[in-house]
């Protein structure tokens, strides 16, 4: 009873969202005012239904109803709680219902608060967001119904796959999946404005907020999903230029390009056509990297229930979103001018500057990512890997994070390189201490050292912004960009530290052996059998002390689940401030010896850091940006206030 | 109007073409064991269900062939294919089963609810056996001639059209 009551509030969403999109056309055509009534109510009490699914979905999982389909395919009552729960979106039905009561949700806070931009251009995106929906909407009820019944409930479920049986990765599908609801809305604003050739500034306030959290929950969802892989799939990296990574990647590349593009336009009037072909960019990327991902029609680590019909559905909706907002823009775009001019020197200019240059690296990854399914065609199957991406990236990255380094102490509209030349021969007077400085200490490769170099350079000029200033008045959302570009030179030199100095150590020890690597030493006193709610493992005990300092004790194991069956290694990690052990213990190697991995990654977690201090800019500028815009509303209440008593 | 606003909606259909045309290919994930036609790995499992022999390479080198069912009592498919494993039986196919990582009272249990089709059944707890002999995951049957060589090898669940080409394998493997 409770499965089909989800249902019924899913098909009474669909209908809402039906009428939502009608009601909206209606109303854009001369004479259609009567139904634009019809459009906000229909948009919040859709979210609602629509979230209401979602929740009958959690309360299935938490009490394990296993004549669900869905609960017995991916639960397991031996399970915690908190598994359970995450069990609900950690599969194809249950992720894509999670999705769309997001974007429900959304639809529904936009139609309830925004009131800055023309009614009409409001309606119009009310009616693409609707549009959207509805697609997601018949997708889950005709091909993907998370709440079908089986005609015989089975004893027992068949467990969530273990690898997804950690906290980090129970949050990273959902922090993904707001990341592209935020820029499924940055897209409907676009086509709305679009349609009632409506592309202002202040078009790019109302949208900057949706891009700036869609933007903060991409790096979030990038950087844990990276960290996981680090951690739990035992081999030591953490980026692999799998499609599924590059999938999460693309629209982060096009929504950095977006946020910086909109900040143009909302300062200065200009890319205008621009900034509404990277929101329609920013959104196809992420239903571009869905339909890769589930379609099956690209090979990936990342195992999801693979489906062709659900393939199909995708690219059908895919070819009406994209398709259509393309075929718009290319009509609509000749009207829309380009706004007003700046010069090459200017913060415009050195934003433009990093727009091609995110664009290009974009370009690229799209490329390597689609090349196989292009040669696949041909009968030829190849894979593209580390050598294709860091290298031709490299091309573009490097001068973006150069200009990066320059642009935010250029004015608007025009200045000269003379004004700012102290700061530019400080940062490149720094980089090229930097460069030296890590020539002496290692022979490496030339991209680990540039990046070095240049994570130095950047991390300190990233505050040059702030200086001459008092720092209680700067606003928050220049401290949003300081942290984030000091948080992109950490995660750089995090990056280029463990490829340049990363040292790697396989062996077999005995009870009582020892082994080396960089600065530590490890030690293994024992190797013993260790049991949880639904996994057998052997645990490795180590001791292991850095520089002949007090021995830390490392537990790793390789874990063996039951349900389903599957092995992990869950490895360990001794955290330094300057790098991290990563120990991962194997099979039996014989004579009663062990196989060991021991990696020492010096500066390894600077990766992560930098993304989370990246996160955090975003954050604060988000905040810094929904205050300003609150505070707007208030001063302008008050002005119309007085004036209704004033008499003019 | 200008030619390059098309460009994007241009290089989007691309994308469609090359896309819809992959989705429309046959995609043959299935791995073949490399085994097939060379002689049977040399393994001993033991037992996995109580009252019943466990089994080793020895067993198949009597004369006389048999089927070699690779299943798990976890395994949905391997309900699927029950009946028709009964079925094989009834036609006079002697088989064989193997149970990867599975428990004894999970292995009665799953016989107790769908049939018993085998004569013996050997635990592979590590999936060596299972990795050795080339198959890449359950179901699968193998077709094991009277000296012991791997003749033939069908991946997944057993359907009732399957039936009468595995009883002409293994017809030809007793020749």
């Keep these: ?648 | 109007m200008r030619w390059w606003w098309w460009l994007p909606l241009l290089l989007f259909a691309g994308f469609l073409g090359v896309a819809t045309y992959q989705l429309t290919q046959p995609k043959d994930d299935l791995v073949p064991s490399a085994m097939v036609g060379k002689p049977l790995p040399e393994f001993d499992l033991r037992a996995a269900a109580e009252g019943m022999p466990g089994v080793s390479t020895a067993d198949f080198r009597d004369g006389k062939p048999r089927l070699l069912n690779i299943w798990a009592s976890w395994c949905l498919p391997c309900i699927a294919e029950a009946p028709q494993l009964e079925r094989l039986k009834q036609e006079g196919a002697e088989i064989v089963g193997i149970a990867i990582r599975d428990r004894p009272e999970d292995v009665a249990a799953f016989l107790a609810r769908h049939g018993n089709p085998y004569t013996r059944i050997g635990g592979d707890d590590l999936s060596q056996v299972q990795l050795a002999i080339g198959s890449s995951g359950v179901p699968e049957t193998f077709v094991i001639d009277g000296r012991g060589v791997i003749r033939y090898q069908h991946i997944g669940d057993i359907r009732a059209e399957h039936v009468p080409i595995l009883l002409e394998k293994l017809q030809e493997a007793g020749e």
């Design chain 1, 1 to 648: 009873m409770i499965a089909e009551l989800g249902l019924a509030a899913l098909w009474l969403a669909a209908a809402l969202a039906a009428l939502q999109l009608y009601a909206g056309a209606m109303a854009l055509r001369p004479g259609g005012e009567g139904v634009a009534a019809l459009v906000r109510p229909a948009a919040v009490i859709q979210g609602i239904a629509c979230a209401f699914a979602f929740l009958v979905l959690l309360w299935l999982f938490a009490i394990t109803d296993l004549s669900v389909k869905l609960v017995a395919a991916n639960s397991h009552s031996a399970k915690p709680m908190i598994f359970k729960l995450a069990g609900a979106w950690g599969n194809h039905e249950g992720s894509m219902l999670l999705w769309v009561a997001v974007m429900a949700l959304s639809g529904a806070l936009i139609a309830l608060v925004e009131r800055r931009l023309p009614e009409k251009t409001m309606l119009a995106t009310l009616a693409a967001q609707a549009f959207v929906g509805l697609g997601f909407y018949a997708f889950l009820i005709v091909s993907s119904n998370p709440f079908e019944r089986l005609p015989q409930p089975p004893i027992e479920g068949l467990g969530l796959n273990p690898l997804l049986q950690d906290i980090g990765l129970a949050l990273h599908p959902p922090t993904l999946y707001f990341g592209y609801v935020g820029l499924s809305v940055a897209f409907s604003f676009a086509v709305g404005a679009l349609l009632t050739r409506q592309v202002t500034p202040e078009f790019a306030r109302v949208m900057r907020p949706w891009v700036l959290g869609a933007w903060v929950f991409l790096t979030l969802g990038i950087t844990a999903g990276s960290y996981w892989a680090y951690y739990e799939l035992g081999w030591g990296g953490w980026w692999f230029w799998d499609p599924v990574e590059n999938a999460s990647l693309m629209p982060w590349l096009a929504a950095t390009a977006l946020l910086h593009s909109a900040s143009v336009l909302a300062a200065r009037d200009a890319l205008r056509a621009w900034t509404i072909m990277l929101g329609v960019v920013a959104f196809s990327m992420s239903m571009l990297g869905t339909f890769l991902v589930r379609s099956g029609i690209l090979t990936s680590v990342h195992a999801f229930a693979v489906d062709p019909e659900r393939g199909s559905f995708i690219l059908v909706l895919l070819t009406l979103y994209i398709g259509g907002a393309l075929a718009l823009f290319a009509l609509r775009a000749g009207t829309v001018s380009e706004g007003q001019r700046f010069a090459v020197t200017s913060r415009e200019g050195a934003l433009v500057f990093n727009n091609v240059m995110l664009s290009a690296i974009l370009g690229i990854v799209l490329l390597g990512t689609l090349y196989p399914l292009l040669t696949e065609a041909f009968d030829v199957r190849v894979s593209v890997g580390p050598p294709y991406f860091n290298a031709v990236g490299a091309i573009f990255v490097i001068p973006m994070l150069l200009v990066m380094a320059v642009g935010p102490l250029l004015r608007w509209r025009r200045d000269s390189m003379e004004r700012v030349h102290r700061p530019l021969i400080l940062i490149g007077a720094i980089m090229l201490v930097a460069l030296i400085g890590a020539l002496a200490l290692d022979e490496t490769g030339v991209l680990p050292l540039l990046g070095l170099a240049i994570a130095v350079g950047l991390a300190v000029a990233s505050f040059l912004p702030l200086r001459g200033r008092r720092l209680t008045r700067v606003p928050l959302a220049v401290w949003g960009m300081v942290v984030a570009h000091f948080g992109l030179a950490v995660a750089l030199f995090g990056m280029a530290s463990e490829s340049a100095f990363s040292e790697e150590r396989l062996a077999a020890v005995a009870a009582g052996g020892t082994a080396q690597v960089g600065p530590w030493e490890v030690t293994l006193s024992d190797v013993l059998p260790a049991a949880g709610p639904n996994w057998t493992a052997i645990e490795g005990h180590l001791l292991a002390s850095y520089a002949g300092g007090d021995p830390i004790e490392l537990d790793p194991q390789s874990r063996s689940f039951w349900a389903p069956p599957q092995e992990t290694t869950e490895s360990a990690l001794a955290t330094r401030w300057n790098g991290q052990l990563y120990a991962v213990v194997g099979s039996e190697a014989g004579a009663g010896r062990w196989q060991l991995r021991l990696w020492w990654k010096p500066f390894v977690t600077f990766i992560w850091y930098g993304g989370m201090l990246v996160a955090l800019g975003g954050a604060l500028a988000l905040i810094g940006r929904v205050i300003d815009d609150l505070r707007r509303r208030a001063v302008r209440a008050r002005i119309a206030q007085r004036r209704g008593e004033e008499p003019v």
